[in-house]
């Protein structure tokens, strides 16, 4: 899997992307990046990627001129994705499509400012896509969010595979339920006795249970978006 990042910040990957299971996965060419500085395709000698917006308003925008540059210097550039809170929240059913295809290109543009020009947007069919909603500085954090939560799903990126993912929340349809190791006694608080039973059939059912109980009480929203 490939990531073209369009950014004005290349410093900034991989940055947390270097470390734990996808970094380890980076090191052997499970996947790649590019990062491409916006800022080489500037307008004029001062680096300058952004203008005032048309009809007034606080906060610069990002040209289009500077961005088309960007984007077309890019010679396979896959699905276009720019991080934004107009766009659908990025949720786990959508990032098992997007790591469907272990060989797909993804190119990543990293906003700054107020935002990016529509016409990039319309001219190059970009999606947008949300990470959550609240907002950010940039779109650099979206899109180590993003290839995080993609890389983390190619095959042999996890020990354990396709199993470690499987119990997860979200992948179960709700919260995942409690989670306990040794010691058994901690602080005087004990793990509870059906993990310790070796009843498999047991702490399946608690395990539901829990999952049901917890996704209920924090995000009742989950329960709705399954029964539809």
């Known amino acids: 899997m490939h990531f073209n990042i369009l950014t004005i910040f290349p410093e900034m990957f991989p940055g947390t992307l270097a470390g734990g299971v996808v970094g380890r996965a980076l090191e052997r060419g499970v996947w790649s990046y590019d990062a491409i500085n916006i800022r080489d395709f500037a307008i004029n000698n001062y680096g300058s ?41 990025l949720n786990q059913h959508m990032v098992r499509e997007f790591a469907a295809d272990a060989d797909a290109t993804y190119t990543l543009l990293c906003g700054r400012y107020e ?6 947007i319309e001219e190059y069919d970009i999606m947008e896509l949300s990470i959550g909603d609240y907002i950010l500085s940039g779109g650099e954090i979206a899109a180590q969010v993003f290839v995080d939560s993609c890389v983390r799903l190619i095959d042999n990126v996890l020990h354990g595979g396709a199993e470690s993912t499987a119990n997860e929340s979200f992948e179960i349809g709700g919260l995942e339920w409690p989670l306990y190791t040794r010691p058994s006694a901690w602080r005087g608080r004990k793990v509870p006795e059906v993990l310790l039973s070796g009843h498999h059939g047991n702490i399946e ?3 539901k249970q829990q999952s049901d109980a917890i996704t209920q009480e924090r995000r009742p929203d989950l329960i709705k978006e399954n029964e539809k």
Not at 55 to 73: K, T
Not at 115 to 120: A, E, K, N, P, V
Request: glycine share 16%.
């Open 205 to 207: 059912r608690w395990r």
């Open 115 to 120: 935002g990016i020009d529509q016409r990039i």
């Open 49 to 89: 990627v952004d203008d005032e917006q048309f009809g007034g308003g606080a906060g610069m925008v990002m040209r289009p001129d500077a961005l088309g540059a960007a984007i077309d210097s890019v010679k396979n550039r896959g699905k276009i994705i720019y991080f934004s809170p107009r766009g659908p929240r």
